[in-house]
Nanobody
Framework: QVQLVESGGGSVQAGGSLRLSCAAS????????MAWFRQAPGKEREFVAR????????SYADSVKDRFTISRDSIKNIVYLQMNSLKPEDTAVYYC????????????????WGQGTQVTVSS
């Protein structure tokens, strides 16, 4: 089992940057695919970015491509989401998620979730 704790959210003006962190417990971090999702008020949870077990493979939603970067540190057991050129439409609760068997962009494929961290971007 993996426990995930996100941090790094906050309020920023449009065009600004934030870096989210997701700390994972356990010794088997490298066995898990990791991803970030987000959910805005009144909307469904949506895929943001994912990273392979090795960290070599990454994939992004079109809406964040070229602005966000996902990475992982397998020594510290942390997944990062660097968010640049933030827009008001990026405002949401951001969730970290993991699973072992499916490198997917579907929320339903992920077994473990963090509690979420709020990101608010003002215009």
């Amino acid at each position: 089992q993996v426990q995930l704790v996100e941090s790094g959210g906050g309020s920023v003006q449009a065009g600004g940057s934030l870096r989210l962190s997701c700390a994972a417990s356990g010794r088997t971090f490298s066995r898990y695919y990791m991803a970030w999702f987000r959910q805005a008020p009144g909307k469904e949870r949506e895929f943001v970015a994912r990273i392979s077990k090795s960290g070599v493979g990454t994939s992004y939603a079109d809406s964040v491509k070229d602005r966000f970067t996902i990475s992982r540190d397998s020594i510290k057991n942390i997944v990062y989401l660097q968010m640049n050129s933030l827009k008001p439409e990026d405002t949401a609760v951001y969730y970290c998620a993991s699973n072992q068997g499916d490198w997917s962009d579907r929320a339903s494929a992920y077994e473990y979730w963090g509690q979420g961290t709020q990101v608010t971007v003002s215009s």
